[in-house]
């Protein structure tokens, strides 16, 4: 029997997604939660963790679940590393439906770090405009230069004070537009921009924006996972699928 977990949080975990509602395939699309309003999916949808690699392992044997694929941000090592040992004690096959990291092209001035207190130390001494484009997650390390004014974009409202003396926030969900992006840095009089290498098309606007204007970029890499079976698109993790037994309902009965 087959069921699918679909770890989301992405805009490629919502294109599979579709992808399998409309091959109906049975599957089950997880959200961690840490949004108030997540997108709609169109397949059933749970809402929360499941308490680390025991609860997840016990998840997959209740629900009998045949099939993972861990959609889930880049940055979400935490769930990832999970899904890795949960899956390996309960023999249920995994992919990772990876978006490649972001390489720097001409005109970018980028400075690799390996994690947020790298680059919290990469910023200058002196006062900078900075567009802190990291999620809500890990802002309290920037408290140690307090000099910075910082522009933070996120989905949800701050739930309450922010710990940045000097800090506007923009509520925005993403995908985001170059052109837009330019706009907004140039009315901020942006200095220097913090990014986590997230990949994908969605949210490279700040880095083709920061191009344009000649602003430094500092770009946060990702954390190392153990070794893992990787797809890059949607019709790859379709034949991984069908190469792990999984057949779509034939076209015509799909009114195709």
Known sequence: MTRILLLGGTTEASRLAAELAHARLPAVFSYAGRTGAPVAQPLPTRVGGFGGVVGLAAFLRDQAISHVIDATHPFAAGISANAITA??????????FERAPWAAGPGDRWTHVPDIAAAVAALPDSPARVFLAIG???????????????LLRLVDPPEGPLPL????????RGPFEAAADTALMRAHAITHVVAKN????????????????????????????????TASSVAQVMD??????????PAAERGV
């Not at 899956?87 to 990772?96: F, N, Q, R, S, V």
């Not at 991984?240 to 309902?249: M, Q």
Request: charged residues 15%; positive net charge; glycine residues 8%.
């Open 165 to 172: 003396p000097k800090a506007e926030v923009i509520i925005a």
């Open 240 to 249: 991984w699928l069908a190469r792990h037994g999984v057949v779509a309902e």
């Open 87 to 96: 899956c390996a004690a309960t023999g249920t096959p995994l992919l990772a």
């Open 198 to 229: 997230a990949g994908g098309t969605g949210a490279a606007a700040k880095l083709i924006a920061a191009r344009s204007l000649g602003l430094a970029v500092i770009l946060i890499d990702r954390p190392a996972l153990p070794p893992r079976e």
């Open 136 to 150: 809500k997650q890990n802002l309290a390390p920037f408290a140690a230069k307090p000099q910075h004014h910082y």
